[in-house]
């Protein structure tokens, strides 16, 4: 079984390998979005780019990244994560809401827009 340490939280969970990292924090109570995101995002179908978590260690544990993270994670560190596009298949310690890890640049819709059409 997996373990999931969320570094900011001091919390650790275990879940099923395969579990979706956005539903699993959720699960545990641990919010994965900043201020306004709390009431202003999708709700976990990858379109809005504000679920953005920090892989400290175990990105080997993780599926790659989507297609949607390419876009809206762009100009993101490459251990910069939607977690609503993640699962989770090993152990793992990730940081939630991470400093410019969402609201501007490639993470926005206009910033997703311009990716998408290469400008
Ligand atoms: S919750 Fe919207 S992209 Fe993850």
């Known amino acids: 079984m997996p373990t999931i340490r969320f570094e900011q939280e001091g919390q650790q969970v275990g879940c099923i390998e395969g579990a979706n990292l956005r539903k699993a924090a959720l699960d545990a109570g641990i919010n994965p979005y900043k ?13 809005c780019g504000t679920c953005v978590v920090e892989v400290v260690e175990g990105m080997q544990n993780l599926s790659p990244r989507s297609d949607v993270e390419q876009v809206y994670l762009a ?14 298949n090993g152990d793992v310690t990730v940081r ?15 910033g997703a827009i311009k990716n998408l059409l290469g400008k």
Not at 35 to 47: D, H, S, T
């Open 75 to 88: 100009d993101r560190p490459a251990n910069y994560r939607l977690s609503c596009r993640t699962s989770v």
């Open 35 to 47: 201020g306004l995101n709390n009431l202003n995002n999708c709700g976990g179908v990858g379109q």
């Open 96 to 110: 939630t809401r991470p400093q410019g890890g969402a609201g501007a640049g490639s993470n926005s819709l206009v």
